[in-house]
Antibody, heavy 120, light 111 residues
Framework: QLQLQESGPGLVKPSETLSLTCNVS??????????WVWIRQPPGKGLEWIGN???????YYKPSLKSRVTISVDTSKNQFSLRLSSVSAADTAVYYC????????????WGQGSLVTVSS | QSVLTQPPSVSGAPGQRVTISCTVS?????????VHWYQQLPGTAPKLLIY???NRPSGVPDRFSGSKSGTSASLAISGLQAEDEADYYC???????????FGGGTKLTVL
């Protein structure tokens, strides 16, 4: 059974960089059938796609976040990461990692989520 | 503003049937891409309910069903139960960004 687990600081100061890692277990990240994805959810609000990364390192980002986001993959550690620079309070959210591709363009596997608060 | 539009809330009594709509407002998304549905209970990650417009993953009760026609999709829940009270999200693909887009979510209240 595939499992995804987010890890990283729960508190980030404004203007600094948010960094999260998603550890993948129960399956290899180094497979051509899937994309590895970051999705966030501000408190009390809806889901927002941040971006995808392929095992080769090719990534796609939401245009409004593109200038601040980097998603990378480390196949040797079976994990992928999110970096979001110049954060503000608007970036406070639960950040989920997920896998895209088990049933077409849907998300079958999700991490449990990691709350990141941006505050001084 | 989400390009997938859902009603903010719906409600129904136990045993009743409710539907949640998801309307596409972009020609990119409306170009035949599938719609998927998720259930999110409080404090938990979303759970895939329906994929490919009308397919249920293993373990999802057949009380949940989906449909899509043109630029509109729907999730139907029959035999409503108290544990169905949750937030529901539709999701599709936006070719203009090569990524996913979610609806704003619908809160289902079981009366």
């Amino acid at each position: 059974q595939l499992q995804l687990q987010e890890s990283g600081p729960g508190l980030v100061k404004p203007s600094e960089t948010l960094s999260l890692t998603c550890n993948v277990s129960g399956g290899s990240i180094n497979r051509s059938s899937y994309y590895w994805v970051w999705i966030r959810q501000p408190p009390g609000k809806g889901l927002e796609w941040i971006g995808n990364v392929y095992y080769s390192g090719t990534a796609y980002y939401k245009p409004s976040l593109k200038s601040r986001v980097t998603i990378s993959v480390d196949t040797s550690k079976n994990q992928f990461s999110l970096r979001l620079s110049s954060v503000s309070a608007a970036d406070t959210a639960v950040y989920y990692c997920a896998r895209l591709g088990d049933h077409g363009g849907s998300y079958l596997y999700w991490g449990q989520g990691s709350l990141v608060t941006v505050s001084s | 503003q989400s390009v997938l539009t859902q009603p903010p809330s719906v409600s129904g009594a136990p045993g009743q049937r409710v539907t949640i709509s998801c309307t596409v407002s972009s020609s990119n998304i409306g170009a035949g891409y599938d719609v998927h549905w998720y259930q999110q209970l409080p404090g938990t990650a979303p759970k895939l309910l329906i994929y490919g417009n009308n397919n249920r993953p293993s373990g999802v009760p057949d009380r949940f069903s989906g449909s899509k026609s043109g630029t509109s999709a729907s999730l139907a829940i029959s035999g409503l139960q108290a544990e169905d009270e949750a937030d529901y999200y539709c999701q599709s693909y936006d070719s203009s960004v090569s990524g996913s887009v979610f609806g704003g979510g619908t809160k289902l209240t079981v009366l």
